[in-house]
């Protein structure tokens, strides 16, 4: 399913645009329309050390104004909706930005139903995108080959084509993430990754949400701070590393998504 919001004028950038340099354009078949342009390690350098060097919230904004004018179309933000602040901050941005939310077939219906309530407040350009692999219970014997199934092979799918991709990971998440880059280079996909929000604190959501006034996800005050596949999350103590409820009882930490 995929619905496309209009596009209306963007606003100036808050801070001084990031110099850029394209080194050529992404040519071929599969090349998406835009100012779409082969990624420079050195670029890439030279950006994500400006943004670290910015206030947290400036440097997401800036972030997102830096993908969209560098990669045009050939820009996808990958949500998982366990909240809409991404994808807030990226609308105010590029109001018709392509917002792509894995289907694993396998999500809590309250993560189904705050999809749709974002989709509405914003009127986004949502693609939907499901794995090609009927209902299973794979979950149950081979974690790694059902979120293999389930998430790597559709954000696959889902980025053909493409040259950057855009998440909310945060190195606040969890120890897996505490290296995360706010602009770095996805060597497994051969294209570049932006997390705006690498940066930010539980506080700094906190306080964006309150700000914004963003709906949270019915599950998060039941005790869910990371919100995954229903088979595989559970709520965690208050103080616990958000995503010990992902996988409980294994020592699988990340779907295989982000590396």
């Known amino acids: 399913m995929t619905t496309v919001s209009e596009v209306r004028p963007v606003g100036p950038a808050e801070d001084a645009p990031i110099p850029t340099t394209?080194?050529?354009?992404?040519?071929?078949?599969?090349?998406?329309?835009?100012?779409?342009?082969?990624?420079?390690?050195?670029?890439?350098?030279?950006?994500?050390?400006?943004?670290?060097?910015?206030?947290?919230?400036?440097?997401?904004?800036?972030?997102?104004?830096?993908?969209?004018?560098?990669?045009?179309?050939?820009?996808?933000l990958a949500a998982s909706f366990q909240d809409c602040v991404v994808i807030d901050l990226a609308v105010q941005v590029d109001p018709a930005i392509e917002v792509t939310f894995l289907d694993t077939g396998y999500h809590f219906a309250e993560t189904l139903w705050y999809v749709e309530q974002v989709r509405r407040r914003y009127d986004l350009n949502l693609r939907v995108v499901g794995a090609d692999v009927p209902p299973d219970d794979r979950w149950l014997t081979d974690t790694d080959a059902c979120c293999a199934a389930r998430k790597v092979a559709p954000l696959a799918a889902a980025l053909q084509g493409r040259a950057a991709w855009m998440s909310g990971l945060r190195r606040a998440d969890g120890p897996s993430r505490t290296a995360t880059p706010v602009v770095g280079y996805d060597v497994g996909r051969g294209l570049v990754k932006v997390n705006p929000i690498a940066a930010w604190s539980d506080a700094d959501v906190a306080a964006h949400v309150a700000a914004r006034d963003l709906p949270a996800h019915p599950l998060v005050d039941r005790g869910y701070p990371s919100i995954g596949?229903?088979?595989?999350?559970?709520?965690?103590d208050t103080g616990a590393d958000p995503r010990a409820g992902r996988w409980a009882g294994s020592a699988k930490s990340e779907c295989g998504l982000h590396g």
């Open 22 to 76: 394209v080194e050529g354009p992404v040519e071929g078949p599969g090349a998406p329309p835009g100012p779409t342009a082969v990624a420079d390690l050195d670029e890439l350098h030279r950006v994500s050390r400006d943004l670290e060097a910015r206030p947290a919230a400036g440097a997401a904004r800036a972030a997102i104004e830096w993908a969209v004018d560098r990669f045009g179309t050939g820009l996808v």
């Open 229 to 236: 596949c229903w088979p595989c999350t559970r709520p965690v």
